[in-house]
């Protein structure tokens, strides 16, 4: 057994919770600006489907593309590491460290301290704050950081032989191939003989658990060009990463992260779940992985991912299924995982607030895709026992790693769910196979670096006039006096227009973009649409329009938005708040936004909600929305910060990274958000709204569209006049339509009923003909026609009549219907008995003739499809079917 990390560091060893502001309250005491999580879901960053590492939301200040406020901060970072060369799932549940969802510790300093301040305060914090024994500790540097080498025995206690140089591949960071790049400096922590491998030459970063990195210091000095070069940067940066979990276990004397807090009580939870011993080494490490995949699934779901079949979804999807599979391995054959959603809420949500608000969603989003994965792996036995019958067959007894590989990526089926079951049949599985179509895949969909706004960059941006620019009016006024900045020609008079100020709304948050004009003196553009643009670092409102008169100078403008058009979006905008009130009160607390589309003409509102909303449902919202709409309450806006916005219950988008500073727009006491886009002053400025649909686009995520104001109106005036229009046509009231309508569907089904009747007896009727027409086949009569009935119904009923009256013969029946081919086969009795002929063969191969397919029982089958126009050869060939089934025997 390991010995102890720490000898006794404290009677009471600090929480994860306690460690987590320790951090923070050091460097805040150091003037580092306290900069809360963002998503694990990027919101600005197309080369990552998760947040993986604190430097992520930092990242254009480290490219040169925009700047902050403050050049110190440090922060706790939420991040997933499931995809690209930051894959550690594979590695969960094999130890003790890995995970797919873990909290980065980072400090990080923009061209303001560098290595000597960075070593000191990494080494002071984990020494003084965190007591960690100053004998244990090891550093590793890069080869060539003579610097950094030099400067930890100086700044620090640690002894020079305690500090190890290594390449490239261990202490040399890479943004991308090219970028900002530069040494670094990693801490290692010592934890005895007893968790190593007993190698002689174990040490630093050897594979085994004995010297556990813990912090990671980036030094960011070089900027590397395409062909390698590596060039000093004028501002040098600092960037460090260390692990919660890892220095967690450390100071709360445990072997494992899955023995500190925030880990345990999820075990717990597990073991109670299952009616397992959570001690019981052999359920280690399915308790591990379904406690690791819990968090990753509960913080990325919080955030506003959802399972689906690409992208993060897709990794979602394959978490989850993970963590069902080894729950099986628990004995749990029912949706269990869920549970645990709220214990990983109860344990986080202290630190990450959002997980309260998303408590009940996540449970709900899980739960789903636990019943959906129940059916899938029903699906995925199925191929599995397909595949070893076959490979059987061959005298094969291991299964290729492509088809493993197949197993999983198709049918959603784990491959050591592959390796058990194949064990269990005495077969083998080709894992280095499977591993190598993994690795394939992985290629295919590796990430792809891709540096943003370069277009931007590079267009020849025409500056007329210095200051400020884009200072957004729009709250107050719809129209006001600016200056050109700057413009750019595209082509046919297209031109891109940055003011000064301007009242513009620019697309954002849904909203669509404002139109109108921009005037002066001879000068006039129509404005098409205008957007967020970042240019040379810069936030930028784009105005793009068409110059139809004078030509753009330095000269005052006057930028008028289209009023009408502002107002009627106004209106949308402030309906889609009533509307997720309305949802929440009818539907439940565990409904939030998801999406959402503003336009003038239309509003669309996605939503959480794991079903579909009944007629009954949706007349309350739509009834709840209208109510306060009436009641033409006020619409106000003020600033506060995100941390007080958060504490008043203020509704926020899931996902979505807010400034420390955030708007909220309030309705009364009916709805707080957070909001950046424009609304109406009063909610009976809407005027009216109509639901005009409500459907899912993806697993728990429903969508809403609706009209308001005068696209509303003119909705019900062609409503209504549609109505009178087919009260005159069929001389009634329009309130007795309902009534008429029915009897006339009710007389129809009598008359079609009939008709239905008719046909079978006029066909019946032919029987006698048919039979007397009957071919023989080696002795056995066959009766192959088309026939004139309505549906398959009525094929059906004349195909048994005809078997009563052919004991010991065939009957092929066909007709042509809207759907095309209909076929049906059967077999009397006798002909069944004497010769063994079968329906479902026969039907099959007359109607392969046709290019359709067949099957069924051996009295009677049924087949289609296939053209129309062979199906007099088809029936034609029903005599050889029969003959050639007789000589097979």
């Not at 080498?149 to 591949?169: S, Y």
């Not at 969603?361 to 019943?371: C, D, F, R, S, T």
Request: charged content about 25%; overall charge neutral.
């Amino acid at each position: 057994m390991a010995e102890t990390i720490i000898q006794k560091l404290t009677k009471d060893p600090m929480t994860s919770n306690e460690i987590r502001k320790a951090f923070l309250r050091y460097f805040q005491d150091r003037e580092h600006k306290i900069v809360p999580s963002s998503p694990v879901v990027p919101q600005e960053d197309p080369t990552l489907l998760f947040t993986n590492a604190g430097m992520n939301q930092f990242k254009r200040i480290f490219l040169g593309q925009e700047t902050r406020d403050y050049r110190r901060a440090a922060s706790v970072q939420k991040c997933i590491r499931v995809s690209g060369k930051h894959n550690d799932l594979e590695e969960v549940g094999r130890d003790g460290l890995h995970h797919t969802f873990f909290e980065m510790l980072g400090n990080w300093s923009f061209g303001d301290y560098y290595k000597r301040e960075a070593i000191r305060f990494a080494w002071e914090f984990l020494t003084a704050n965190m007591g960690l024994p100053k004998d244990r500790l090891w550093v590793t540097v890069f080869t060539e950081d003579d610097e950094a080498a030099k400067l930890w025995p100086q700044v620090t206690d640690l002894p020079a032989d305690r500090v190890i140089r290594f390449g490239a591949k261990e202490n040399f960071w890479e943004m991308g191939e090219t970028g900002p790049c530069g040494p670094c400096s990693e801490i290692h922590f010592d934890r005895g003989p007893g968790f190593g491998c007993g190698k002689p030459d174990c040490g630093i970063n050897c594979d085994c658990e004995r010297f556990l990195e813990i912090w990671n210091l980036v030094f960011i000095q070089y900027d590397r060009d395409g062909s390698g070069r590596l060039t000093e940067l004028p501002a040098k940066h600092v960037d460090t990463g260390m692990g919660l979990e890892r220095l967690a276990a450390l100071v709360q004397n445990v072997p494992s992260n899955y023995g500190t807090d925030l880990f345990t009580p999820i075990i717990e939870s597990i073991a109670r779940f299952c009616g397992q011993d959570p001690n019981d080494p052999r359920m280690q490490t399915s308790m591990w992985v379904i406690a690791d995949h819990i968090r990753a699934l509960t913080l990325a779901i919080a955030d506003g991912a959802m399972p689906s079949n690409e992208g993060r979804g897709y990794v979602l999807r394959r978490i989850l299924r993970r963590a069902a599979r080894h729950g099986r391995l628990l004995g749990m054959h029912e949706p269990f995982i869920y549970k645990l959603a709220g214990v990983v809420v109860d344990i986080m949500g202290q630190a990450y607030p959002e997980l309260n608000q998303g408590r009940e969603h996540v449970a709900l989003v899980i739960k789903a895709e636990e019943q959906r994965f129940g059916q899938t792996l029903d699906q995925g036995i199925e191929k599995f026992e397909e595949l070893v019958a076959k490979l059987k067959g061959r005298g094969q007894k291991t299964i290729p790693g492509e088809e493993t590989f197949r197993l999983y990526d198709t049918y959603g089926f784990p491959a050591d769910l592959t390796q058990v079951m194949a064990q269990e049949k005495g077969m083998d599985v080709d894992r280095d196979g499977f591993q190598e179509a993994m690795a394939e895949q992985r290629e295919r969909s590796r990430e792809v670096s891709v540096m943003v706004d370069t277009l931007q960059q590079a267009r020849d941006w025409k500056q007329l006039s210095k200051g400020k620019s884009s200072v957004f009016m729009g709250y107050d006024t719809c129209e006001s006096e600016a200056v050109v900045r700057k413009w750019d020609s595209i082509k046919d008079n297209q031109v891109e227009v940055i003011l000064d100020r301007t009242p513009f709304y620019a697309e954002a948050g849904g909203q669509a973009g404002d139109k109108g004009r921009i005037v002066g003196d001879g000068l006039a553009i129509e404005v098409s649409n205008t957007v967020h643009r970042i240019i040379r670092k810069k936030h930028e409102i784009v105005h793009i329009g068409k110059l139809v008169e004078g030509r753009i100078g330095s000269g005052k403008v006057r930028a008028a938005v289209n009023l009408d058009r502002r107002k009627s979006t106004a209106r949308n905008h402030t309906a889609t708040h009533l509307l997720q009130a309305a949802l929440r009160q009818i539907l439940g607390a565990h409904v939030h936004q998801s999406g959402s589309l503003v336009t003038p003409q239309r509003l669309r509102f996605d939503f959480t909600h794991y079903a579909a909303m009944s007629p009954e449902e949706l007349e309350q919202v739509q009834a709840l929305v209208n109510e306060k709409i009436r009641e033409n309450l006020p619409v106000t806006t003020y600033q506060t910060s995100l941390e007080e916005a958060r504490a008043q219950g203020v509704t926020a988008l899931f996902g979505e990274k807010y400034d420390e500073k955030v708007r909220v727009v309030q309705v009364a006491d009916t709805s707080q958000e957070l909001c950046g886009g424009t609304h109406v002053g009063a909610t009976g400025e809407i005027g009216l709204f109509l639901i005009m649909n409500e459907g899912g686009i993806a697993a728990g995520v429903r969508r809403i569209e609706a009209l308001t104001g005068k696209a509303a109106y003119q909705h019900v005036h062609s409503q209504l006049k549609s109505i009178r229009d087919l009260a005159e046509l069929l001389k009634v009231a329009p309130d007795q339509l309902r009534e008429r309508v029915e009897k006339l569907l009710a007389a129809r089904e009598k008359l079609e009923k009939k008709l239905k009747e008719a046909s079978v007896q006029s066909a019946v009727t032919q029987l006698d003909d048919l039979l007397a027409n009957a071919q023989e086949t080696e002795g056995i009569q066959v009766v192959a026609a088309q026939v004139e009935v309505t549906d398959r119904g009525a094929l059906l009923k004349l195909a048994d009549s005809l078997r009563e009256k052919l004991p010991a013969g065939v009957g092929v029946l066909a007709t042509v219907t809207g759907d095309g081919i209909l076929l049906v086969a059967v077999v009397g009795e006798e002909a069944m008995a004497k010769y063994k002929l079968r329906a479902g063969d026969i039907v099959k191969r007359v109607a392969q003739v046709a290019g359709g397919k067949g099957g069924g029982k051996p009295h009677l089958a049924q087949g289609g499809g296939g053209d129309p126009s062979k199906l007099p050869e088809a029936l034609t060939a029903a005599s050889k079917a029969v003959s050639e089934l007789l000589q097979k025997g």
